[in-house]
């Protein structure tokens, strides 16, 4: 991997381009292509359909025309020209000479030009259409979310490409950096770097060629040690330098990312290499080996987190401005790993250092999703073998790559349409990519592909597994226990309805047209995602949705989006429990790709959605979670992730008509760092009282149950849980919220109290953002919520907005 000296000039060409649309073939060089009349301006990194759309054209079809980019380009002298991801295939051109050409939109190209004056770079991006069109060897399978098979023999990305999911956009052009160097440092190639925990030390290891190669070997720079390498001939330098006594890396679950600086140096240059991080990662299969859990440093992880689609379908950015609301989200929900999944695309080196700086694990997918892929080719065999080794050396240094897969539910696909376990085998998943991982990537854990693992790829009791029980198949909350889950690399998919707010101005409700195009759907199946959600609207709340739909529409957006908050809490106390064999889940997805309800947690403004609210609560490295246990009563988990053991106290209390307290019981406990314990509810209340209502001996003595789990020292509220024995629309609603407002530090602090238990109060305070939302409010107990004002609020402005409950019920207004 070629990095550059401070001296180096690095132009990056971003500006100054334009492109024009020509049907195939019709202009074979830019001598053709400069007769256009029709050009319009374009950015780059950028897409076709982003210039197109900017400029008010149409966006349809683009991968049945060529498209031409060019921009002017001065000097005088060698540069060198780099070309970090191009879409898909394409020729550059300098003036009149092919100077390279691609057929991969995820391989960087890098080309030496001689520059004399004044010059044209040229980009064609030829038709994909005739050449998905062309004759391949036959499938043996077709998977129906993708219409068009003929994708199987590119190298391009399927986001745009499925219809009940994103966007038609057809991902063309210069979609990633394009550079031009002058060369004024020592050309630097990392031949292998990589990073690890040795004990409490840590250890790197390095070989770079340099050209020319220094009258004296380079230096290793890192956490205030610098280790002179050893050469090893033909310009190559190498060595291993133990630090003792670093800072691990960790999740930021459980400690502190730790990083730390690496950079090069010669008697006449320096090279910044970056930041790395020094962790351990081992593969816990469990005592009976059918596990599929991460260790990092020696302790057991659960993974939580969801799955990455993009920071933008229609132009694919890859600057740390696109990433940072996105990532920073998914950190503040809770969230340890994001997992990149073989229908998107690769994402750039700012995307891994910032999940690196965070501290979120990431899942890396190969960009292979569904399809019988053409490995028995040796040209596309090749092509993958180059692009995998493209992945694993871009982030050879990164610690928060954790796990690599060969793509996503491509044996899953062969085996469900009934093809034979000998079917499954594929050479570059078995062989050339574990060969790989082994020479320049021994630290990771990897994955033939996901899900993985069993008698079938798709099981969930085994391995890695995609679980859609509570989901799209409709399975009651039991299954969440009975699936005996170990890893779900996707999961708990559903159309999370979007606050009021997000919709206002793009799409009216369930009444507008509009509606159900932001609503995902499988191609080929009867039902949608929402028609998945509406399952559990029935199932939670007792409505039939399509008459709450008609005549109450308000109440039904309201309790769908409830639904989803609730059933995010609900599967992630069920899995993060003591006693649970899951040891991750990751929601498919993490944000939307289009306006709507879609499977993100975020829509597609980066706005948390009420099942962002629900999947924080749940997902705090300091957690109570209540499961019911039927006749043996009510368990009460209690987690503390975090490298700190703490003093809590835990307040049970049962509660009938809403209002009135029937039991209670308080405990103080120490919670071992990075420990988890399991309570009765039953030996904590010291007497009997039917808490599940299971024993049925007469009328039920109460409705709720309510975990407070606070701080000894300070009474903060660290955590809160519900029971419902009798289920949610059992439980009689207040109507009346006391408020309470006083500015600090960063913002606000909003007191709530009530008489009465109130479920899904939702907050609309314009300007501000609210650290909770669609919470539940217990008699008696004050919750607070902090305000901070949004980036474009004026710093003088004082929070106004409403307290409401289901169904747009004013409960209070919120007022400075």
């Not at 010059?119 to 005739?130: E, G, I, K, S, T």
């Not at 009346?736 to 305070?765: D, Y």
């Not at 300007?767 to 609020?793: C, I, N, Q, S, Y």
Request: charged fraction near 25%; proline fraction near 7%; glycine fraction near 10%.
């Amino acid at each position: 991997m070629r990095r550059f000296g401070g001296d180096d000039r690095i132009e990056h060409l971003r500006t100054g381009w334009s492109l024009a649309l020509t049907p195939p073939d019709a202009c074979p060089t830019p001598a053709e292509a400069a007769t256009l009349a029709d050009w319009i301006a374009a950015e780059v990194p950028g897409t076709a359909a982003g210039a197109l759309e900017r400029a008010g054209r149409p966006t349809e079809g683009l991968h049945g025309q060529d498209i031409w980019w060019r921009r002017p380009l001065e000097g005088v002298g060698p540069r060198l020209l780099r070309f970090e991801g191009l879409a898909t295939e394409v020729e550059v051109w300098l003036d009149g000479a092919q100077i390279a050409a691609t057929s991969s939109m995820y391989e960087a190209l890098e080309v030496e030009v001689e520059l004399s004056s004044d010059h044209v770079l040229w980009l064609a991006c030829r038709a994909l259409v005739p050449i998905l069109a062309r004759k391949a060897p036959r499938a043996r399978w077709r998977p129906k979310m993708i219409p068009n098979q003929g994708l199987r023999t590119v190298r391009t990305t399927l986001l745009g490409q499925t219809p009940g999911w994103t966007p038609p956009y057809d991902a063309v052009g210069p979609y990633r950096e394009v550079s031009c160097i002058t060369r004024a440092d020592p050309a630097l190639e990392v031949l292998d770097l990589r990073a690890s925990l040795v004990g409490e030390a840590g250890v790197i290891e390095i070989a770079v060629r340099l050209d020319p190669a220094p009258a004296t070997p380079p230096v290793l720079v890192c956490a205030g040690r610098r280790l002179r390498l050893e050469t090893r001939g033909e310009g190559v330098h190498g060595g291993r330098i133990s630090l003792p006594g670093v800072e691990p890396w960790w999740p930021h679950t459980h400690g502190a990312p730790a990083l730390y600086d690496l950079k090069l140096e010669t008697k006449t240059a320096a090279y910044d290499l970056g930041r790395t991080g020094f962790r351990r990662v081992e593969l816990d299969r469990d005592a009976d080996g059918r596990g599929f859990g991460l260790r990092i440093n020696d302790t057991p992880i659960f993974c939580r987190g969801a799955v990455w689609t993009s920071a933008g379908v229609r132009d694919l950015p890859g600057d740390v401005e696109a990433y940072r609301p996105w990532l920073e989200r998914a950190r503040d929900a809770g969230m340890n790993m994001i997992r990149m999944s073989g229908t998107g695309v690769y994402e750039t080196a700012a995307f891994h250092d910032l999940c690196d700086e965070l501290g979120l694990l990431v899942w890396q997918d190969l960009m292979l999703a569904n399809f019988d892929y053409p490995v028995a080719d040796e040209v596309f065999r090749e092509m993958l073998g180059r692009e995998a080794r493209g992945v694993l050396m871009a982030r050879q240094a990164s610690p928060s790559l954790v796990v690599l897969s060969g793509g996503s539910e491509i044996h899953q696909q062969a085996a469900m349409l009934g093809l034979k376990p000998q079917a499954l085998a594929n050479p570059v998943l078995d062989e050339d990519v574990p060969a790989l991982v082994a020479e320049l990537r021994p630290d990771l854990i990897y994955t033939p592909n996901s899900p993985f693992g069993g008698p079938q790829p798709f099981v969930v009791d085994e391995g890695v597994s995609h679980y859609y029980g509570v989901g799209a198949y409709g399975r009651g909350l039991d299954d969440l226990r009975r699936a005996n889950l170990r890893f779900a690399a996707e999961c708990l998919a559903f159309a999370n309805v979007p606050q009021a707010s997000s919709l206002k101005g793009v799409v009216d409700g369930p009444a507008d047209p509009a509606w159900k195009a932001g609503v995902p759907r499988d191609l080929g199946a009867s039902w949608d995602f929402e028609d998945v959600r509406d399952v559990y609207l029935r199932l939670l709340y007792g409505h039939d949705p399509a008459r709450l739909r008609r005549e109450d529409p308000a109440l039904y957006l309201d309790l769908s989006r409830m639904v989803s908050a609730e059933l995010m809490g609900e599967a992630l106390s069920e899995w993060r429990r003591e006693a649970s064999s899951c040891r991750g889940a990751l929601v498919w997805t993490l944000q939307d790709v289009r306006p709507g309800a879609g499977w993100g947690l975020l829509d597609a403004g980066a706005e948390p959605k009420p099942a962002w609210y629900g999947f924080r609560r749940a997902a705090q490295p300091l957690q109570a979670a209540l499961t019911d246990e039927g006749l043996n009563g009510l368990s009460i988990h209690l987690r503390n992730e975090t490298p700190v053991a703490r003093s809590v106290r835990l307040e049970m209390s049962l509660w009938r008509g809403g209002r009135q307290r029937i039991a209670r019981a308080e405990r103080e406990v120490t919670l071992g760092a990075r420990s988890s314990q399991a309570l009765s509810l039953l030996e904590m209340l010291g007497t009997f009282l039917d808490v599940t209502y299971a024993y049925r001996f007469g009328p039920p003595g109460h409705e709720l149950t309510v975990a407070v789990l606070t701080d000894a020292a300070t009474g903060e509220v660290l955590s809160e849980a519900f029971h419902y024995p009798l289920g949610r629309s059992a439980l009689p609603q207040g109507d009346g919220v006391e408020v309470a407002l006083a500015p600090e530090a960063g913002g606000w602090r909003l007191s709530l109290t009530t008489e009465a238990f109130i479920a899904g109060v939702h907050l609309e305070v314009a300007g501000f953002d609210a650290d909770d939302d669609w919470f539940h409010l217990t008699p008696g107990r004050t919750k607070v919520v902090r305000l901070r004002p949004r980036p474009e609020t004026a710093p003088d402005a004082r929070p106004e907005g409403l307290v409401l409950a289901p169904g747009g019920a004013r409960l209070a207004r919120i007022s400075a």
